[in-house]
């Protein structure tokens, strides 16, 4: 489990198991039982899992304590907690919607073969007003051929992400994988949600002709990455593909230039430079990237100076924001911004941290030889997208030493991009 985030909240595993228990009318003003129950997947321990099941136990109608009961169920799975299935299953048959969502996403993750609760899962197919991808998904996760027919209904509807969703599992369940180039088109969909959803319905289909498509993909780096060292994870091994063919992928998502990504949005005319640093803000990275390009290509001799003032202003605690302001100043070559890339690629927060990735590769860029230091002191991270940004900042500045240090890390990936550069190098 990733720890990166464990300690958010400053909360003992004991002072959140008191908060979730206590009633809601004794609550303090500013307790919060749902990040109890948040909080509490960082414990593994008979005494967090059976705080979380008298939580989900705990029935009383108020939205409130329905918010809690949700996370609750989640947080079970995370911890793949298989004494709490028959708590969890209950929830199957609650009324809340996305309580019966969190169960089934849940059981997904704790595992099962079961078949009456794949059954009673499937079953939910044919219920009206509910949600139906991640029911879809865990029924696919969990190879329930059964519900082939009643998942394969859901092929053409007009929730993209559900119908991703079951395109993926009927391939997986028939062996006939051409109906996946309508999941490969949902990584140009307008909607970021559709986008994202659509390339874990990829990883879980094994559709390795996909990587440079996604590498492609307008969505934050965190997702696209994610897919294709998934897909490497398993493909790689079973000798589908090699590390040679995801690497050019793999390094265009490193360097992540809005040039190599297939943009969805368009402006009818250029904005305003004020205007193109406040979509550095957007939730939808897609516009984002439009903004970045369109930054390059039209302000590159003002875009400097005020991407530092939006960053003294708020971007930098907008961990968003703060990626896409560190990777511009990189692009812009924007020397003054030297000291400033040198912290991000030492920040310890946590919600910071792909912007250290995005720091490596701007200190690249900027050319500045006296950034190699600080860069090779980062080798000794254990985020591999870190390693690999700065393998390639270091190969950028003409420093090979990062390959030697990296030929044999504990880690496959950085260890076969090292040695991939070593080869070159020759």
């Not at 509807?157 to 559900?162: A, G, M, N």
């Not at 911004?337 to 690629?345: C, K």
């Not at 919600?351 to 980062?378: M, P, V, W, Y």
């Amino acid at each position: 489990m990733n720890k990166r985030f464990a300690n958010l909240f400053q909360l003992t595993e004991e002072e959140a198991i008191i908060l979730l228990d206590t009633p809601l009318d004794q609550l303090a003003e500013d307790d919060s039982r749902y990040v109890a129950a948040f909080h509490l997947a960082n414990f593994p321990t008979e005494r967090s899992i059976n705080a979380l099941m008298r939580a989900v136990q705990n029935t009383e109608p108020s939205l409130d304590n329905r918010i809690v009961r949700r996370k609750s169920v989640e947080s079970l799975g995370k911890l793949q907690a298989t004494q709490a299935l028959p708590v969890i299953r209950t929830c199957l048959a609650d009324e809340d919607c996305y309580t019966v969502e969190n169960a089934a996403w849940a059981i997904g993750e704790i595992g099962t073969q079961n078949t009456d609760i794949l059954e009673e899962m499937a079953e939910l197919l044919e219920k009206p007003v509910q949600t139906y991808r991640v029911i879809i998904h865990t029924l696919a996760k969990l190879d329930y051929k059964p519900a082939l027919e009643r998942i394969r209904k859901f092929m053409d509807v007009d929730d993209k992400p559900t119908a991703s969703a079951a395109i993926s599992a009927v391939c997986r369940f028939t062996g006939d994988y051409a109906p996946m180039e309508k999941v490969v088109a949902m990584l140009q969909h307008p909607n970021v949600y559709a986008r994202r959803l659509c390339i874990q319905d990829l990883i879980d289909a094994r559709y390795y002709d996909a990587i440079p498509q996604i590498a492609c993909c307008p969505v934050s780096v965190v997702f696209r990455l994610r897919g294709i060292r998934l897909l490497a994870e398993v493909g790689i091994p079973a000798g589908a593909i090699a590390f040679a063919d995801i690497e050019p992928s793999l390094n265009q998502v490193i360097y992540d230039h809005p040039r190599d990504l297939t943009l969805v949005h368009a402006y009818d005319q250029t904005p305003s430079l004020e205007f193109l640093i406040n979509e550095l803000y957007d939730t939808d990275f897609g516009r984002c990237y439009l903004a970045t390009q369109t930054l390059l290509e039209s302000y590159s001799a003002t875009a400097g100076e005020a991407l530092l003032t939006t960053y003294t202003d708020k971007a930098h605690s907008d961990y968003g924001a703060h990626y896409h302001v560190i990777k511009l100043l990189g692009w812009l070559k924007y020397a003054p911004a030297y000291n400033l890339l040198v912290e991000a690629l030492h920040s310890r927060e946590p919600q910071f941290q792909k912007s250290r990735s995005a720091a490596a590769i701007a200190l690249g860029e900027l050319g500045d030889e006296r950034a190699i230091l600080a860069l090779k002191t980062n080798l000794e991270t254990k985020i591999w997208e870190l390693k690999y940004s700065v393998l390639l900042a270091l190969e950028r500045l003409g420093d090979s030493s990062g390959q030697d240090m990296m030929a044999n890390d504990t880690d496959w990936l950085i260890q076969a991009k090292a040695n991939s550069q070593k080869q070159v190098a020759v």
